[in-house]
C-alpha cells in the first residue's frame, strides 16, 4: 500500500509521471503466455513507434479534460493515453470506473461530429478485473482514460478473434468482451 501512496504523488512531474506509465506501457507490449504468448495489449506497439498515441497527464483542476479533448482532435495522433492524477480534491480510488466511462462515452457521443467516432476504455488500478487470469490493471501506476476510434478498435477485437489470444480467458472474461467462446 505503501508503494501505491508513493506513486500518486501530487508533487510528480509530468516527465516522471510519464516515465512510470512507460513501464506499465512495456509490461502491455511484453509477449505473455497468459494471452497466448501475445502481449497483453498486441497493437500498442506500433501506435507507440509510429508516434500516433498522444500521452497526456491530467490533473483535474488544473485544467478542464476538455482542453485534452481539444488538443487531442486537433492533432494528428490516432488515440490518445490521459494519464489521472490524484488532487487534493479528487482521488482516482474514489472513481467509479464504470460510471465514469459511460459519461465520457456520452460526452464523446455529444460534444461534436468528430467525438462521435471515438471511444474511451477506462482502466483503474484499484479494480478487481483481470484478463486470461492476469490483473492487468491493477499494474497501471494510474487511474487511465485510453481513446482510440471505434472503427480501430472494433478492427483490432476482430482481428484478435482468429489468434490464441483469448484462450486462457474465463467464461466471464469472454462475457465482458463479448468474445463468443465459439468464435475463438
Not at 47 to 70: D, T
Not at 74 to 99: H, Y
Not at 165 to 171: A, K, L, M, Q, V
Request: one cysteine or more.
Amino acid at each position: 500500500m505503501e508503494y501505491q501512496l508513493e506513486l500518486f504523488d501530487v508533487d510528480k512531474s509530468d516527465l516522471q509521471i510519464k516515465e512510470e506509465v512507460n513501464i506499465y506501457l512495456d509490461y502491455l507490449q511484453t509477449p505473455n503466455e497468459a494471452f497466448s504468448g501475445m502481449p497483453v495489449c498486441p497493437f500498442l506497439k506500433a501506435e507507440l513507434e509510429n508516434y500516433k498515441l498522444m500521452i497526456e497527464v491530467w490533473r483535474p483542476g488544473e485544467k478542464p479534460l476538455n482542453e485534452l479533448w481539444r488538443k487531442f482532435f486537433e492533432s494528428d495522433f490516432n488515440s490518445a493515453l490521459f494519464i489521472c492524477v490524484d488532487t487534493e480534491e479528487l482521488k482516482w480510488k474514489d472513481v467509479p470506473r464504470d460510471a465514469y466511462q459511460k459519461s465520457i462515452q456520452g460526452f464523446l457521443k455529444n460534444w461534436s461530429d468528430k467525438s462521435r467516432k471515438y471511444k474511451a476504455i477506462l482502466f483503474s488500478p484499484f479494480e478487481e478485473r483481470t484478463a486470461a487470469g492476469e490483473p492487468t490493471r491493477k499494474k497501471s501506476p494510474y487511474f487511465l482514460i485510453n481513446v482510440a476510434t471505434r472503427e480501430e478498435l472494433h478492427l483490432s477485437h476482430t482481428k484478435l478473434l482468429d489468434t490464441k489470444y483469448f484462450d486462457n480467458f474465463s467464461e466471464k472474461e469472454l462475457k465482458k468482451l463479448k468474445v463468443k467462446k465459439d468464435t475463438k
